[in-house]
């Protein structure tokens, strides 16, 4: 079982940076026996894949939308993972959510992520 909560989310300018953090609270296995993967979700969109890394943070996948821009990294002596964000754009908009698989390399299909957090907005304004 696990629980997870971002945070960090807030209003910023086009081409501010951020960094998102999810924090995990985890029962029966440890933190390192899930991948973790970023999402987001605009108005009146579909989820839409973002990042994943593996269990051991060893392996990244990113979205065409988001390389060289976003890094996912995490650490698994504090339980959380981090996503930071540069150079955002107004189209970075929405809402922001983490999400943990038993997978080891994680996955882009958010139907693979049996736990998901609240999720934290990020709003950027031009």
């Known amino acids: 079982q696990v629980q997870l909560v971002e945070s960090g989310g807030s209003v910023v300018q086009t081409g501010s940076s951020l960094r998102l953090s999810c924090a995990a609270s985890?029962?029966?296995?440890?933190?390192?026996?899930?991948?973790m993967g970023w999402f987001r979700q605009a108005p009146g969109n579909e989820r839409e894949f973002l990042a994943t890394?593996?269990?051991?943070?060893?392996?990244?996948d990113y979205a065409d939308a988001v390389k060289g821009r976003f890094t996912f990294s995490r650490d698994n002596t504090r339980n959380t993972v981090y996503l930071q964000m540069k150079s955002l754009k107004p189209e970075d908009t929405a809402v922001y959510y983490c999400?943990?698989?038993?997978?080891?390399?994680?996955?882009?299909?958010?139907?693979?992520?049996?736990?998901w957090g609240q999720g934290t907005q990020v709003t950027v304004s031009s």
């Open positions: 999400a943990a698989t038993t997978r080891r390399l994680g996955s882009r299909r958010s139907s693979e992520y049996g736990y």
């Open positions: 890394i593996s269990r051991g943070g060893g392996t990244t």
């Open positions: 985890v029962s029966g296995l440890t933190f390192n026996s899930y991948a």
